[in-house]
Each structure stands twice: as C-alpha cells, then as structure tokens.
C-alpha cells in the first residue's frame, strides 16, 4: 500500500529528527559538563593556593607564638583578679603582626 508507504516515510523523518535533537542534547549537556568542569578546576587550583598560603601563615604565627612564649608575661605572672579578667578593653597587640594584614 502507498499509505503505509507514506507512513513509514513519515515515521522514519520523524525518527531522524528526533535522534537528531537527541545528539544536539547529548552534546549540549557534554558542552556544558565540560565547561562546569574547567570551571570548578579553576577552583580548586584557587582553593589549594589559599590553602597553601593559609599553612604558610599558620606556620609564620607558630613561630611568632613560640618566640614569644618565652617572654611572654601573662604566662609567667600569678592570675589576674576576675574583675581584671571580665572588664572590657582592647586586645589589640601592636607587637604582634602578620604579612597578611599588613597595608
């Protein structure tokens, strides 16, 4: 029959373009995985700078920390009263300085 020829005409073009959509997507998606994916790997690098540089300081205020330890007045007088403890002031130590927060 020319109708059921007709039909599967039409079936099959319908079929191909569906397929063909179907590739567009799948490439669109990989398209776009892939750009998520360089993108996060840029993050990562950045992370691992941070964390790299975060050590570094780290380590810098260790060393600070067990330089001054042995100087350090508060660790070696008698306790201070509790109203002295509980009174609001500053804590800011001049002396004390690291790269980081330098201008």
């Known amino acids: 029959d020319s109708s059921d020829d007709v039909r599967k005409v039409q079936r099959r073009e319908k079929n191909r373009i569906a397929a063909q959509k179907s590739r567009l997507r799948q490439t669109q998606k990989a398209d776009t995985l892939h750009l998520e994916s360089e993108d996060l790997e840029r993050q990562n690098a950045a992370l691992r700078r941070e964390i790299k540089q975060l050590t570094e300081e780290m380590k810098h205020f260790a060393s600070m920390l067990s330089s001054h330890e042995p100087l350090c007045s508060i660790l070696t007088s008698p306790p201070p009263p509790p109203e002295v403890l509980y009174a609001t ?13 330098q201008h």
């Open 89 to 101: 002031h500053s804590f800011h130590q001049p002396h004390i300085s690291s790269p980081r927060f």
